[in-house]
C-alpha cells in the first residue's frame, strides 16, 4: 500500500487491519511524507483506513498486489 500526493502542511498516517480490527501493519511518517505498508498477507478481508494528524487533504493511494 502506498499513500502519496499529499499536500503541503499535512500529515497523515495509514494502516492496515484484520477482519477482526487488528492492527497488522502500520506507516506513521512525519510531515507530508508519502506513506508506505510492504506487508505479505494471506487471502481474506482486510480493512485500510488513513487518518489525519494534522490538516485534511487529498491523496492517492495505490494497491499493489
Do not use: C, H, Q, W
Not at 5 to 16: A, G, Q, R, S
Amino acid at each position: 500500500l502506498k499513500l502519496s500526493e499529499l499536500d503541503i502542511n499535512t500529515d497523515v498516517n495509514l494502516f492496515l487491519y484484520d477482519a477482526n480490527g487488528n492492527v497488522i501493519a502500520a506507516s506513521a511518517k512525519s510531515g507530508n511524507a508519502d506513506e508506505l505498508i510492504e506487508k505479505a498477507i494471506n487471502p481474506g478481508t482486510y480493512y485500510i483506513a488513513v487518518g489525519a494528524v494534522v490538516g485534511s487533504t487529498n491523496y492517492r493511494l495505490d494497491l499493489i498486489v
